[in-house]
């Protein structure tokens, strides 16, 4: 697609969300990955013109084996985050205010400076001045396994993302050794190490970097990064109430009511 064709594609979404259409069904089948990341960056800065957002990072998904399983890629995507979505950790959410909504576990960088295309683990490691423990809420919108390309176009499926304190690092390395332990409504449910993601969630923000270079963008000093999570997806029902542990980096909570 040229730039004329995104920018229509880009109104006909605008459009369909509105009304609630959110994988907007005239679109099956015609994109391609690439228009989608496409007209995913359109609709974001679009949001952030109209209504007064403000884009402060991005997520990387499908990082974990586990979670490429579970929808049928295999390769990492990426999704901006909304200052917006940005929550505290044990936040109590409306469980009817989301679509299908599910969590992931995560950690969640800092960046204090530029990272760019092409950087190693150690300048990603310079990079970073603090790591949160996190949750991400996604919402179901859409057929995602069925569609990629419309749920990418649709931000990813993200809806917000739960942060703990933010802890500094001595060791980097050792992050791919760390676990993170799943607890749901007091019952441990899953678990999974941070070389899950990528090998290393230092990985997840280099792929991102190569990534964003594609599309004209880039990774900047002050901004976010959810790195990916370290087990498969967990659907959320009313009353849910979320524990994830991340050892010594500290926890992440959150309900739904």
Same mark, same amino acid.
């Given at each position: 697609m =040229?730039? !004329?064709?995104?920018?229509? /594609? ?18 099956? $089948? ?8 496409r @007209? ?8 952030? /013109? ?21 929808? +049928? ?5 990426f ?10 950790? +044990? ?13 992931? =576990? ?10 760019? &295309?092409? /950087? ?12 949160? &423990?996190?949750?991400? @809420? ?33 060791? &980097? ?5 760390? !676990?993170?332990?799943?607890?749901? =409504?007091?019952?441990?449910?899953g678990? +999974? ?9 230092? =990985? ?8 964003? /270079? ?16 370290? !087990?498969?997806?967990? &659907? ?5 109430r ?7 980096? $500290? ?7």
């Amino acid at each position: 697609m =040229n730039a !004329t064709e995104i920018e229509s /594609a880009v109104e006909e979404f605008a459009v369909a969300r509105e009304r609630g259409e959110y994988f907007p069904k005239a679109w099956e $089948g015609r994109l391609t990955i690439d228009d989608a990341y496409r @007209i995913q960056l359109a609709l974001i800065r679009r949001r952030c /013109a109209a209504q007064g957002e403000r884009r402060i990072g991005w997520k990387v998904g499908l990082t974990a084996k586990a979670i490429q399983q579970q929808f +049928g890629f295999d390769e990492p995507v990426f999704g901006c985050l909304l200052d917006s979505g940005r929550i505290a950790s +044990g936040h109590v959410f409306r469980h009817a205010d989301l679509i299908g909504p599910g969590f992931e =576990n995560e950690l969640c960088v800092e960046l204090a400076r530029d990272v760019a &295309p092409g /950087a190693g683990f150690d300048e990603v490691a310079a990079a970073i001045a603090a790591i949160h &423990p996190a949750l991400e @809420i996604i919402e179901t919108r859409g057929d995602f396994v069925g569609h990629i390309a419309l749920a990418l176009a649709d931000n990813a499926q993200q809806y917000a993302f739960v942060l703990g304190a933010p802890v500094r690092v001595s060791d &980097p390395a050792s992050l791919a050794e760390l !676990t993170a332990r799943v607890r749901l =409504n007091g019952e441990e449910v899953g678990s +999974g190490l941070g070389s899950a993601v990528l090998g290393h969630p230092f =990985n997840s923000v280099a792929w991102l970097a190569r990534k964003l /270079a594609e599309f004209g963008e880039r990774l900047s000093a002050g901004e976010l990064v959810m790195t990916g999570s370290f !087990t498969r997806q967990f &659907p959320l029902a009313q009353g849910d109430r979320v524990e994830t542990s991340f050892g010594e980096l $500290g926890q992440v909570t959150a309900a739904f009511t």
